[in-house]
């Protein structure tokens, strides 16, 4: 039997905010920070009698962002505003002349900054979810602006004393468990931001920071502008193998793209991978497929392959700077992982045997290319097409049969379900809450007494000017101090159906669904006194565990049979074909970690990479490591590095796309804890993921939520054998 565990738990750190399985775009920035607007000082009252940031509170159901009254013109204000009130508040508690107290700093600092941090997360979300030119400069403008901000915040002198004072003696202080933690994460925060830097040197680190989150922008700015200027478009007839669902979404992008007649492809991945799924269009598909591969590598104005360099070389030099070899040693310190020998060893544990699957998959894929009389090698561009038909041989499924089960507007109501059955949650949709898009959908959710929980927004629809993937985040966190109750939202870019027809889902989609739903409910369930460690302010190795283990319900009896039905008869999925998919699950699973661990290899060997990176081919670099992986020729790396966000368009997932995989072992292993009980139904083991997981946050390591929640420490088993990987009889 294999047995691998975790090492001894480390510090938690930093806030990661919002997140995406793998098949999908990163996390927004943490704390709401780095995205930002600027101007020049002066405030006109005039000019600002109308802008809601100006206002002390809302006056809109649950103080709920305005958006009926947020024009983009109000941000630069607001944001002047609001970073102008922070550094105030932070100095008045740096230059506080009573000796410091847990209250008077740590205590004070959770307080400070209301105004920055509700200006950045509207701005964060339009930013993400309904993104315009004038958004984009404003972003472009304030970026480097709200680096200096914090910089200035976290390299304060006189800010650190009093708090490295409260540390050292933080046994004295009789704190509770809570306080206590808050404090070491703080000070933690502090030291990783350079706080103890002398010199020059901090005037560097600080310069590098605002540099940095430039080049984030420009990354994501680039990747997003290829994305946009790229469409396929085709006559009636190029749609040879294409679904009906698949056709009108093509028709309706074409629409929205003002092409009169004809069909568009583009290169969200929502569009893109079913094409390549389903086209029998070879050469079609061949052009697709080099169009999405080489987004932000075209050698123009949008290519990221400089901006890669420079982002490696400033981190390298930022890490040094704080004592670390490398910046993959900086970004794994305090994580669950701790160091990245423990995420390369799980990493390569898993690779080998996923890899060998991988290469079953592709055997597979070639009998039936012969057997088709196929007189061409099985190319990436092939493996999609190929697969689908041997899984529909194999499983006698596919898409076309599942989607009409799966409606957006059922799965929305199944998703709610699991989260009353399993924590009494309820969820009342409101029409009163602004919002800023007419699509959005807003809920109010209560508890089992019927108490308020929180807001939850689900944003579903793809459009231009919202980045791909799908992701959570906040409006406003859960706050002990102040009461607040948080504004939770779920983005998704499913394709928009035409007029009066409902949305529906292929498995995949149902299943990302789940999984944003998942983060979600770890921000509306948390039930710290701290803000800053509240919700999803954790480990990044871990955040994903939360949503990850809520995909398992979504294939439960209790919720195909009550909501997979048939949008047009009415009726309960069959369940024969609710075997068959389960049956399938596992299938293709080769393909799908090969491609993902291929890009956790290549982010975690920029980030080791110790000499020079800024010269660093970066081509030549990824098949580099592929090569030493023996990477399989058909399959290419999930996320090349010119398009790969996690990576590159932030701090976001740097160093740490080996997350997924991490916390997935997570997620395997619990979901196997209510196996051991009553079933994915078992109420108590259900109240102890709600005490430990879902409402604890960051009040405690990840390695201690998790133990109290299992008992013992993580296994890696269960995921070896939930993805086929590991012969049951073992
Ligand atoms: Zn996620």
């Keep these: ?61 649950f103080g709920a962002p305005p ?29 506080n002349p009573e000796p410091p107290t847990f209250e008077n700093t740590i205590i004070a600092m959770e307080l400070a900054g209301t105004d920055l941090d509700r200006v950045s997360r509207v701005f964060s979300t339009l930013n993400g979810s309904a993104s315009n030119d004038a958004i984009r400069a404003i972003q472009r403008e304030m970026s480097p602006r709200l680096a200096r901000h914090n910089s200035a915040i976290n390299l304060n002198e006189a800010l ?86 698949q056709i009108a979404a093509a028709r309706q992008a074409a629409r929205d793209r003002g092409v009169e007649d004809g069909y568009v492809i583009t290169l969200s991945r929502s569009s893109v991978e079913p094409f390549l799924t389903f086209s029998s269009r070879r050469d079609l598909r061949e052009q697709a497929w080099r169009a999405w591969i080489l987004r932000g590598d075209n050698d123009d104005a949008n290519d990221n392959k400089a901006v890669i360099n420079q982002i490696l070389e400033l981190r390298l030099e930022r890490s040094r700077m704080l004592g670390f070899p490398t910046y993959a040693h900086f970004r794994t310190a305090g994580t669950m992982a701790e160091t990245p020998d423990a995420a390369m060893q799980l990493m390569e544990e898993v690779w080998w045997p996923a890899r060998a699957t991988a290469l079953r998959e592709a055997d597979d894929i070639r009998a039936r290319m012969a057997a088709q009389g196929a007189d061409h090698e099985l190319e990436p561009w092939d493996w999609r097409y190929y697969t689908e038909q041997v899984r529909t041989e194999r499983y006698d499924i596919s ?16 998703q709610f379900w699991v989260a009353g059955e399993l924590f009494g949650l309820t969820f009342h949709e409101r029409d009163d809450v602004p919002v800023y898009n007419p699509d959005v959908r807003v809920w109010e959710v209560r508890d089992r007494a019927g108490e308020h929980v929180g807001v939850f927004y689900g944003d579903y629809y793809a459009r231009q000017g919202k980045r791909g993937g799908a992701w959570m985040t906040a409006f406003r966190v859960q706050n002990g101090l102040t009461g607040d109750a948080p504004l939770i939202t779920n983005d998704a870019n499913y394709n928009k159906p035409p007029e009066g027809e409902p949305a529906l889902l292929t498995f995949t989609d149902a299943n990302t669904l789940f999984h944003e739903f998942g983060h979600a409910l770890h921000g509306l369930l948390s039930n710290t006194t701290h803000p800053s460690i509240a919700g999803t302010a954790v480990d990044r190795d871990y955040v994903e565990f939360p949503s990850q283990v809520l995909e398992h319900w ?19 999925m069959p369940d024969a074909l609710r075997e068959r998919i389960i049956a399938a699950r596992t299938f293709n699973e080769g393909f799908a970690t090969v491609e993902y661990l291929a890009s956790a290899f290549v982010d975690m060997a920029y980030h080791l990479h110790e000499d020079n990176p800024g010269a660093i081919d970066v081509r030549a670099f990824e098949n580099e490591v592929l090569e030493r992986w023996q990477m399989p020729d058909e399959i290419v790396m999930r996320w090349r590095s010119p398009h790969f966000g996690h990576s590159f ?67 890696v088993e269960a995921l070896l054998r939930n993805r086929g990987f590991l012969d049951d009889s073992e």
């Design 67 to 95: 958006f009926d009254r947020i024009r983009e013109e109000h941000f630069v204000p607001a944001y002047e505003r609001g970073m102008e009130r922070h550094a105030a508040e932070i100095a008045a508690i740096a230059d």
């Design 649 to 715: 368009s932030g701090e976001g997932y740097a160093a740490g796309y080996y997350s997924y995989l991490w916390a997935s072992v997570l997620e395997n292993d619990a979901v196997e804890a209510f196996h051991e009980a009553g079933g994915l139904y078992d109420l108590e083991v259900a109240e102890s993921l709600r005490l430990n997981i879902l409402s604890s946050g960051n009040s405690r390591t990840a390695m201690e939520n998790y133990v109290a929640f299992r008992g013992r420490e993580p296994r």
């Design 160 to 245: 650190f004393a009093r708090i490295d004072d409260l540390y050292q003696r933080r046994d004295e202080l009789g704190l509770d468990a809570e306080q206590a933690r808050v404090l070491q994460v703080t000070h933690e925060r502090f030291v990783r931001s350079g706080a103890q830097l002398e010199g020059e040197d901090r005037e560097r680190y600080a310069e590098i920071t605002a540099r940095l989150s430039e080049l984030y922008t420009q990354f994501g700015q680039n990747m997003l502008a290829d994305e946009d200027a790229w469409r396929l478009v085709l006559t009636e007839d190029d749609l040879d193998g294409l679904g009906q669902g």
């Design 554 to 572: 979504l294939l439960t009896p209790e919720v195909l049979s009550r909501f997979a039905r048939h949008y047009e008869t009415g009726e309960p």
């Design 399 to 414: 898409d076309d049969e599942v989607r009409p089960y799966l409606s957006l507007d059922n799965m929305i109501e199944a």
């Design 1 to 61: 039997m294999r047995k691998w565990l975790y090492g001894v738990a480390g510090i938690a750190l930093l806030t990661a905010a919002a997140c995406t399985p793998p098949a999908d775009a990163p996390a927004e920035p943490e704390n709401g920070a780095a995205e930002d607007v600027a101007g020049n000082g002066e405030a006109d009252a005039a000019v600002h009698q109308d802008n809601p940031f100006f206002e002390a509170s809302w006056d809109t159901p």
